[in-house]
């Protein structure tokens, strides 16, 4: 079965609300993004990582590998709106899918830019 690599950096991070969605991926390892990215809280919800020209950060999370039928029946139809799947550059110059926050969402009320707190769950601990 064809597998796509998919980086998290939320909600569905290990022991996260939403790791379910990943069930039956498999779990590759720890990962970091180039320092090409902006990273966001949205309402403190749920993070979102936005590709900038410079001024960037490295932002922490996972990386799995997932199926097609995870992403298409338990991962994506749980995305918020304010998301959008892209890809994404890692820290190891290699390329990986990620959900990304739109341009329009950027200025939405409660869209807060949390990329020097050191990722997601950093971010949480820290409120």
């Not at 996972?62 to 998301?83: C, F, K, N, S, W």
Request: aromatic share 8%; net charge negative; charged share 20%.
């Amino acid at each position: 079965m064809e597998t796509l690599r998919m980086f998290v950096n939320g909600q569905a991070m290990s022991g996260g609300s939403l790791n379910a969605a990943l069930e039956g991926a498999r779990f590759l390892g720890p990962a970091e993004t180039a320092p090409h990215y902006r990273f966001y809280s949205v309402r403190d919800e749920f993070p979102g990582l936005h590709p900038v020209p410079s001024g960037g950060r490295t932002v922490p999370g996972e990386l799995y590998a997932v199926t097609y039928e995870i992403m298409r029946d338990h991962l994506l139809p749980g995305e918020p709106p304010e998301l959008e799947l892209g890809a994404i550059e890692l820290a190891d110059g290699s390329g990986s899918l990620c959900m990304r926050m739109r341009a329009e969402s950027l200025t939405l009320p409660g869209v807060v830019d949390i990329s020097d707190a050191g990722g997601w769950r950093a971010h949480l601990a820290a409120r």
